[in-house]
């Protein structure tokens, strides 16, 4: 069993919704990303997502974007991003690694390189926000191969017509994103979220997280209500903004406060259901 499929099975057992918590690799710099990604397990995060910074992040607002600017201005490179997985693993061996992102540092990297490295820095799953079902064969294959899950969104436009594709060889879990428009510009809205979530339960048993609209306590309970987990990442990442100038250089607490936040916004996802 996957780490993945392994911690979504604890939490079907506690009865309770797992938190999973967005950082950029990198932001704000090497080091306190990766004392805010080493923390994060203790913070309440049962899955981390751990964005691999891009110059043109289509599908994200400004909270994450900027985030990506910021570490690539820092000198994050999927190589410093590998070897903060590898970082994490010396201590955790058990929490999930997501990498999220977009297919061409992925391809420029090498497709099979990145997977074979991906798998034995430690990461467990993929979510490539820019590859269609139809067009992510080539990641897919080698993927599998490495023992990776490959995670699919589906999104408020996703019909009956196209739900089938979107599932098809889709593992670990299925991300639901739960507004339509790029992460962080919007909040939920519970009632049009819970009426997908039981229409796309009647087509997979996999598990599934909701993402893109979730910035506070209330919107965690209400997410942790419905689905397995509730992703927050353009939170997180604002977070970290505050804590960094335009001259780059980043004030003491910026790891502190990111992981208080995850206290705050992890605990109520878990209590959603008592």
Do not use: C, W
Not at 113 to 130: E, N, P, Q, T, Y
Not at 143 to 151: F, P, S
Not at 221 to 227: E, L, M, Q, R, T
Request: charged share 20%; aromatic share 6%.
């Amino acid at each position: 069993m996957s780490r993945i499929s392994a911690r979504f099975a604890e939490l079907k057992a506690q009865n309770r919704a797992g938190f999973v918590a967005f950082i950029t690799a990198g932001d704000p710099d090497y080091d306190t990303s990766l004392e805010i990604l080493a923390g994060l397990p203790k913070a309440g995060a049962d899955i981390i997502e751990l964005g691999m910074p891009f110059t043109d992040p289509m599908a994200e607002g400004p909270a994450i974007q900027a985030s990506s600017l910021r570490a690539l201005k820092a000198g994050q490179t999927m190589a410093k991003t590998l070897a903060m997985v590898r970082a994490f693993r010396q201590t955790d061996a058990a929490t999930p690694i997501v990498l999220m992102g977009y297919y061409n540092p992925i391809y420029s990297y090498g497709v099979e390189k990145f997977s074979r490295d991906s798998h034995a820095a430690g990461v467990d799953g993929l979510i490539i926000v820019d590859l269609p079902p139809e067009e992510d064969h080539e990641l897919r294959k080698p993927a599998k191969a490495a023992g990776l899950d490959l995670i699919r969104l589906a999104t408020p436009t996703t019909d009956a017509a196209r739900l089938p594709a979107v599932l098809e060889d889709a593992t670990g879990f299925l991300y639901y994103v739960s507004i339509m428009g790029v992460t962080g510009t919007k909040s939920i809205n519970p009632a049009d979220m819970t009426a997908a979530l039981k229409r796309i339960r009647a087509a997979t048993s996999l598990p599934i997280a909701v993402g893109f609209g979730i910035k506070t306590e209330e919107d965690a309970v209400a997410v942790a209500k419905s689905a397995a987990a509730a992703v927050v990442g353009s939170a997180l990442v604002s977070e970290i903004s505050r804590f960094t100038g335009p001259d780059s250089k980043v004030s003491p607490g910026a790891a502190q406060a990111v992981l208080s936040l995850v206290r705050r916004l992890a605990g109520a996802a878990h209590r959603a259901r008592n």
